[in-house]
């Protein structure tokens, strides 16, 4: 699965979360849709490691569940440091303490990442 394809199941995720509920997507999925575009046209492509994996219980009707990640960055320039992503990801491919991935980090806000993908 690309990266094009995570983003639109990240989007297909927020707005189906809802939809069956009449209402659309919530703040938080907007925000996160957001987030994901921003990083998606901004980002600077990042290794990190995955230190925690926390589910939120929020899921969306097509099985993805929102996760809590607490990552090592690892820049090419500057010391490692932690950061948290919360995302939506599909529960066929978990993520678990100790694994290497691919994070886009926003260039303006350091703190602004998430997962999109393994190396």
């Known amino acids: ?21 009449g209402v659309g997507a919530d703040a938080g999925q907007i925000a996160l849709a957001n987030q994901a575009q921003k ?36 820049p090419a320039e500057g010391d490692p440091y932690q950061a948290e992503a919360t995302q939506y990801m599909d529960p066929a491919k978990p993520y678990s303490q100790g694994d290497a991935v691919t994070v886009k980090v926003d260039p303006t806000d350091p703190s602004s990442v998430m997962i999109f993908g393994r190396p």
């Open 39 to 74: 990083l998606m046209d901004e980002g600077v492509d990042t290794p990190a490691q995955v230190d925690t994996v926390v589910p939120t219980g929020k899921s969306t009707p097509r099985g993805y569940t929102e996760q809590t990640v607490t990552l090592t960055v690892r």
């Open 1 to 21: 699965m690309g990266l094009k394809d995570r983003l639109k199941g990240m989007t297909e995720a927020a707005s189906a979360a809802t939809s069956n509920l």
